[in-house]
């Protein structure tokens, strides 16, 4: 039973443009989501969170939008570059960043 | 930046053998977890562990065992290596940091199991 789903397994994108990628979870107990990126032979690295408190946080190019009746958060690069070419993974908790609940992962492509 | 290394990045091992990864971080931080990625399905948790001696189970904690004599160590056994736990097991830290929560992961231990 996935309680985090990425139903998109890849994204392309035009430089410049604007990327969204989507992430639906199931346990209503999460109160705490992140999004991380992943290169290849690395760590994921945390880009962006949001409390349940919150519908919306931004942190330069990268906004995070939740909504709680939906189960649904999105994450939204403006504007894409090439270096923004990664695996994302949105993730969610009960309780600050405690055991994490990955989504399956998306491949964003951004093309020049 | 969080310091965590990962030992070893590779491995390659038989089937029944045992294999230990070593976690190992800088800054004395409470939490740390072992997380597995596999293709399909993101990362799992395996075990983490919220103290010195305390430590509890994951999503797919069977096979593995876990043990965190100090602070800055955790390290993740199997005891008896299976084909399925071929994976990328990666490291991971909490800690509050500009008004968020948030994990740091280590860089990964590359295992297969032949």
């Known amino acids: 039973d996935q309680q985090v789903k990425q139903n998109s397994p890849s994204l392309s994108v035009q430089e410049g443009r604007i990327s969204i990628l989507n992430c639906d979870y199931t346990n209503s107990m999460f109160d705490y989501f992140l999004w991380y990126k992943k290169y290849p032979a690395e760590g994921p690295t945390f880009l962006i969170s949001i409390s349940s408190i919150k519908d919306k946080n931004e942190d330069g190019r990268f906004t995070v939008f939740l909504n709680k009746s939906a189960k649904h958060l999105s994450l939204h690069i403006v504007p894409s570059q090439p270096g923004d070419s990664a695996v994302y993974f949105c993730a969610a908790s009960v309780g600050g960043a405690q055991k994490l609940v990955f989504g399956q992962g998306t491949r964003l492509t951004i093309n020049p | 930046d969080a310091g965590i290394t990962q030992s070893p990045r590779h491995k390659v091992t038989e089937t029944g053998t045992p294999v230990t990864l070593r976690c190992h971080q800088t800054?004395?931080?409470?939490?740390m977890y072992w997380y597995r990625q596999d293709p399909g399905h993101g990362l799992r948790l395996i075990h983490y562990s919220y103290g010195v001696k305390d430590t509890d189970k994951g999503e797919v904690s069977d096979g593995y065992s876990v043990s965190r004599s100090k602070t800055e160590d955790f390290l993740l056994t199997l005891e008896s290596a299976t084909s399925s736990q071929t994976s990328v097991y990666f490291c991971?830290?909490?800690?509050?940091?500009?008004?968020?929560?948030?994990?740091?992961f280590g860089p990964g231990t590359r295992l297969t199991v032949t």
């Open positions: 800054e004395n931080h409470r939490y």
């Open positions: 991971a830290i909490r800690f509050y940091r500009d008004t968020r929560y948030e994990q740091y």
